[in-house]
């Protein structure tokens, strides 16, 4: 993925809102109802959740702030989820900032002078801080010290300050943007990868408890197949039948109700939506399945280039529909199927496409 998806909000991801990973500012509130608040109740992620109980568990038997630990992973995984489930199980304030609030190094300095011993310290997005406050941060990571300036110009002073241990939880989308020295300060990283299908169906069973609707086993497994492998999207298409079961339905949460309820929504079996659908038709339908440059296929759906590439194309290529070679964009035989449509045979004595086998 290119770096030009650093300040991507809404607006660039193709008028998205049920199949994003990433949250509007509405849905926080929404979001912040269904987080778990234990270890215990986060669902899935066991490696993950097994060492960072092994690392909170050793902590609190020392009784000493952990080290500093880094999330990673896509967007919607619980990276934000675990940062608080941390606090909770230290029993300590959770401080909150992200890399693009940290403006100047100042404000970090500000931040970290007021924290106070054993509080962890989560910076969302830590990828995005800017240089000068990334410096800063090595040295109070690793020295529990900040260096505050005082005064301007050639009378200008730095006074070391000293801080009381204090743990940082980084969290990241793009582990692989963060500079080595940044990096190699964590004691701990956590990899968040997507969940499973039956990880899936418990987040949403889980869910329809925290919202009291009840949810038939059936319903549950169709919402968590649509999903994308995403809790964030899970608990959004909950909301989306829950809507439905009520408005159109007759309350119940069964099979009927999720399934006419994503086909109004046109979230399709495997998660697809309206705009990956397109990619895939237009690729099969009017290139012959490809190969087909990237920007001749955004032109065919209406769409920019930099949508298809980092919006659809990702998913449409982790699921297997669709494959990038140096010629092109082309068609797996699952995008013909998903499609209803027989891939056309290979040519006689055509080399096969790049990137098919
Ligand atoms: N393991 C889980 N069990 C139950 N719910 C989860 C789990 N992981 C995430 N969720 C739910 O998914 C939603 C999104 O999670 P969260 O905000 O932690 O994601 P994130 O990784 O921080 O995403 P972003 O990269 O966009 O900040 C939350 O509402 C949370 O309740
Ligand atoms: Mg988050």
Request: proline residues 6%; negative net charge; aromatic residues 4%.
């Amino acid at each position: 993925m290119s770096a030009s998806t650093e300040g991507f909000d809404e607006a660039d991801d193709g008028g998205r809102t049920l199949t994003s990973a990433e949250s509007g500012a509405l849905e926080r509130a929404a979001e912040a109802a269904l987080r778990p608040k234990s270890l215990a109740d986060f669902v899935g992620q066991e490696v993950v959740r097994e060492q960072l109980s092994l690392v909170l568990d050793a902590a609190k038997g020392r009784g000493r702030a952990p080290e500093h630990m880094l999330l990673s992973g896509p967007p919607g995984l619980g990276k934000t989820t675990l940062a608080m489930i941390i606090a909770t199980e230290l029993s300590v304030p959770l401080r909150i900032t992200s890399g693009p609030a940290v403006q100047h190094a100042g404000d970090l300095a500000a931040i970290l002078s007021a924290l106070e011993e054993g509080e962890v310290l989560f910076i969302d997005e830590i990828h995005r801080l800017a240089r000068p406050a990334e410096e800063m941060l090595y040295i109070a990571m690793e020295d529990f010290r900040v260096d505050v300036v005082v005064g301007k110009g050639v009378g200008a002073t730095s006074i070391p300050l000293e801080l009381p241990p204090f743990t940082v939880v980084g969290a990241t989308t793009r582990a692989g943007l963060l500079p080595a020295p940044l990096r190699d300060r964590f004691g701990f990283t956590g990899h968040l990868d997507y969940y499973r299908a039956e990880e899936l169906h418990r987040v949403v069973t889980r869910s329809a408890g925290q919202l009291a609707v009840e949810i038939e086993d059936e319903a549950a497994g169709e919402i968590s197949s649509r999903s994308r492998g995403t809790p964030r999207i899970a608990n959004r298409l909950l909301r989306r039948v829950r809507d439905w079961a009520q408005v159109r339905g007759d309350g119940r949460l069964d099979l009927d109700a999720a399934r006419r309820a994503l086909d109004v929504y046109e979230v399709d079996a495997r998660g697809l939506d309206r705009l990956d659908r397109a990619v895939i038709s237009a690729l099969c339908k009017r290139f012959a399945g490809g190969p087909v440059g990237l920007s001749t296929l955004a032109v065919s759906v209406g769409e920019e280039t930099e949508t298809v590439e980092t919006v659809v194309e990702p998913y449409l290529v982790r699921e297997g529909f669709l494959t990038r070679t140096p010629r092109g964009r082309i068609a797996t035989p699952l995008a013909w199927s998903h499609l209803g449509l027989a891939a056309p045979e290979p040519a006689q004595g055509a080399t096969p496409p790049l990137g098919r086998f």
